[in-house]
């Protein structure tokens, strides 16, 4: 029988590419998703026919354990969350509780779906479980690199929320004896990363002016340092992460540090235009709380889950630049068409 995964987040950037990768790994896919139209499942649209569906919601506790009883997966992938840093200073209640409650959410329907209860020593076989805990933990972070040993500062709500789903997953692992591991993944794009993304951003603005249709690019701090990997690597450690011995937390990223400038001028020199032509640095922009340096020590999940990123910053950010302009010569030919046919 083919292993079964249950992927909370599907239709995102990271859910698409972690459903492609399980399909070509003959698994039966399952994501979870909340029933009302979502923009996003284009993503998946191509897929669709490959996968399986069950409602539920991070929000509500019973559609978890209904979702989770009904698949009986072999693997929970927690990637469901609103994972746009900026909108948990306006939103931080919602952000809290999706990013924070939805992990605790996920793993009482584990536990209770898999009969487990407290106190147990060692870890018990069953439905191992995957958080999507993140680099914006570290925040203000003591050292650099940052390790499986770097102490946590998060610096938004965001971050925040991730540490209580770090820490509680941890807690599952050690107080029911659940397989149960984050990933402290950095910073990691695609061209199907969402456009509120400063990389994204930075793609989309440039394939615009270099199509005639956007004068202007306006950014907020040109110097904040991160590390940037490819999303379609990231999903591989996912996996490799619930097929150790052992559970544990582990750090990915690409241990190369780039600016958000470096971002800027890799885009605009591709299309073949100066980008201190078109950006604009503008101060609304900067984060109340500024994460200034991000970089990942991968020597730890290098060698145990025998992993490494195989794109390079500047072949991401041009992979991205190619694919929207693509995407906007469609979009405005596609206009072109319908004025032309009075719709």
Known sequence: MPRRALIT???????????????SLGYEVWGLVRGQANPRQSRISRLVSDL??????????ASLVSAVDKVQPDEVYNLGAISFVPMSWQQAELVTEVNGM???????????????????RGTEAGIRFYQASSSEMFGKAAETPQSENTGFHPRSPYGVAKVYGHFI???????????????MLFNHESPRRGAEFVTRKISLAVARIKLGHQDKLHLGNLDA???????????????????QEEPGDWVIGTGAM???????EIA???????????????????RPAEVEILCADIKRASAA???????????LMRMMVDSDIQQVGREHEFGDLLLAANW
Not at 306 to 315: A, C, D, H, L, S
């Open 258 to 264: 780039h600016t958000v400038r470096d971002a800027v």
């Open 268 to 286: 605009f020199d591709h299309v073949g235009l100066d980008w201190l032509d078109y950006v604009v640095v503008d101060p609304d922009l900067v």
């Open 169 to 183: 997953t941890k807690n599952y692992r050690e107080s029911f004896g659940m397989y149960a591991v984050s990933g």
């Open 9 to 23: 987040g599907i239709t995102g950037q990271d859910g698409s590419y972690l459903a492609e990768y399980l399909l």
């Open 305 to 315: 889950l025998n992993w490494q990123p195989t794109v390079t910053f500047p072949e």
């Open 52 to 61: 399986s569906f069950v409602y539920g919601d991070l929000m509500d506790q």
């Open 102 to 120: 939805g992990v605790l959410r996920m793993l009482e329907a584990i536990r209770m779906v898999s009969g487990l209860t407290a106190p147990h």
């Open 225 to 243: 340092v991160r590390d940037w990997g490819f999303a379609g690597d990231y999903v591989r450690a996912m996996h490799a992460m619930l097929q």
